[in-house]
């Protein structure tokens, strides 16, 4: 019923920038949050930021100053600026939303996308 794509991962040097995106599409009436999770081998699955409809936004403290999450609700995307990355934001990066599929009777979903790998080296 509703996918989300992702694309923007990569190699990258240390120091360096990557942008993630991610689209979601299929019967969306509308979509309240939208984020971005990192699961770095052998840990467990986190969140990295999150931003709702009206643009508040939230982060984890390991990345405050460095990423910057934003969105754009007529296209339905995240975005996710990663800047000065360091090795130890090596992991696979997925997106999420809580979307609305209808709205009466009220109905929503929680929706992953299928990750996309960012390596950062030393």
């Known amino acids: 019923q509703v996918q989300l794509v992702e694309s923007g991962g990569g190699l990258v040097q240390a120091g360096g920038s990557l942008r993630l995106s991610c689209a979601a599409s299929?019967?969306?009436?509308?979509?309240?949050?939208m984020g971005w999770h990192r699961q770095a081998p052998g840990k467990q699955r986190e969140l990295v930021a999150a931003i709702t409809s009206d643009d508040k936004t939230n982060y984890a403290d390991s990345v405050k100053g460095r990423f910057t999450i934003s969105r754009d609700n007529a296209k339905n995307t995240v975005y996710l600026q990663m800047n000065s990355l360091e090795p130890e934001d090596t992991a696979v990066y997925y997106c999420n939303a809580i979307v609305v599929v209808a709205a009466n009777p009220f109905r929503s979903l929680e929706v992953w996308g299928q990750g996309t790998l960012v390596t950062v080296s030393s």
């Open positions: 299929g019967s969306i009436f509308s979509i309240r949050s």
